[in-house]
C-alpha cells in the first residue's frame, strides 16, 4: 500500500524518541541513587 | 532498587511495549485508508495523541507552578514537590510537542505538499514549544533551588497564556492546519471504525506519558533530596 512504509517508519522514530528517554532517565536516577547512598553513609561519619 | 520495584518497572514497561505496539498493528490493519489522503490518515493515530499529551502536561505544569508559588511559605517541603512536578510536566510538553510538531511536518509535507507554513496554528504552536524551551533553559541557568523554583513557576504561568492561543487559532483565523476534526461541532467527528483506533492510540500513549512521567518525577525529587543532603554535608 502507498505511503505505508514511511508511516511505519515514522511510528518506529517516534517510539525510539520514548525509548532514549527513558533510557536516560533510568540511567540518571540509577547514578543518583548511587551517589544519594554514598551521601547518606557519609553524613553519620561526618557527625 | 528492590527486586520488587524492578519487577514492577519490567512489568510495566512490557505492558507499554505491547500495548504500542497493538496501537500500531490498529492504525496500519484495522483502520480504513482515508478517501482524500490514503494510507497518510495512519498518521493521524501517532499526530494528534501527542496534542492531547500536550494538552495534560502543559495544565499539569501550569497548576504545579501555582501550587509552589501557595505553598512555598506554608509548607517549603510541598512546595519543592510541586517545583518536581512542574519540571517533569514540563519536560514531558516539550518532548510531546516535539514529536507533534516533527510528525506533523512530515504529514503536512504529504498531505499540502510543504513541511512547514506560518499559519495561526503552527506560529502560535512554534511559539508555545519555544517558551517552553526557555522555560528548561531557565532552570539550568539558576543555581539558587529556592530562586529557581520562584522564576520558573512565575515564567510556567506566563508561558500558559500562549495554550488558550493554540488551541482556538484554528477556531478564529482560517489556517492551512485542518479545522478541528474532534469537538469541532457539527460536521466534524471521525468514522466510528476510526474512532475505536484513534481512542486506543491515545489510551496507549497516555500510559506511556503517565510511566515516564513518575519515572521523572522520582528522579526530581531524588535530586532534591540529593542537594538538601549535600548542603548539610558541606555545613558540618
Not at chain 1, 500500500?1 to 540511567?27: C, E, H, P, Q, R
Request: some cysteine; charged content about 15%; proline content about 4%.
Amino acid at each position: 500500500m502507498k505511503n505505508l512504509d514511511s508511516v511505519f517508519a515514522a511510528y518506529i522514530v517516534g517510539w525510539g524518541v520514548f525509548f532514549v528517554f527513558y533510557l536516560t532517565i533510568a540511567k540518571r536516577t540509577s547514578n543518583l541513587r548511587a551517589e544519594l547512598d554514598r551521601l547518606k553513609n557519609s553524613l553519620p561519619r561526618a557527625k | 532498587m528492590s527486586g520488587r520495584g524492578i519487577l514492577t518497572r519490567w512489568i510495566c514497561f512490557v505492558g507499554i511495549v505491547g500495548l504500542l505496539g497493538y496501537g500500531l498493528l490498529l492504525a496500519l490493519k484495522g483502520s480504513p485508508p482515508d478517501a482524500n489522503q490514503g494510507n497518510m490518515i495512519r498518521a493521524f493515530y501517532y499526530h494528534f495523541p501527542n496534542w492531547i499529551g500536550v494538552s495534560v502536561f502543559l495544565p499539569l505544569n501550569l497548576v504545579a507552578s501555582i501550587a509552589y508559588l501557595v505553598l512555598r511559605t506554608q509548607n517549603p517541603v510541598a512546595a519543592m514537590k510541586s517545583d518536581a512536578l512542574a519540571l517533569a510536566s514540563a519536560e514531558m510538553g516539550v518532548l510531546y510537542c516535539t514529536l507533534g510538531l516533527v510528525s506533523g511536518s512530515l504529514w503536512g509535507k504529504e498531505a499540502w505538499g510543504i513541511w512547514w507554513t506560518w499559519d495561526a496554528r503552527l506560529t502560535s504552536t512554534f511559539v508555545l514549544w519555544l517558551l517552553y524551551v526557555s522555560y528548561l533553559l531557565l532552570r539550568t541557568l539558576i543555581e539558587e533551588p529556592e530562586r529557581r523554583a520562584l522564576l520558573s513557576a512565575l515564567f510556567g504561568i506566563f508561558a500558559f497564556l500562549d495554550v488558550p492561543l493554540v488551541f482556538f487559532s484554528i477556531r478564529w483565523w482560517r489556517t492551512q492546519h485542518p479545522q478541528p476534526v474532534i469537538m469541532g461541532g457539527s460536521g466534524s467527528g471521525l468514522d466510528p471504525t476510526m474512532s475505536k483506533v484513534f481512542f486506543f492510540s491515545v489510551l496507549a500513549m497516555h500510559v506511556l506519558a503517565a510511566f515516564l512521567i513518575v519515572e521523572r518525577y522520582v528522579l526530581e525529587k531524588m535530586k532534591s533530596e540529593f542537594d538538601f543532603l549535600a548542603r548539610e554535608v558541606e555545613a558540618q
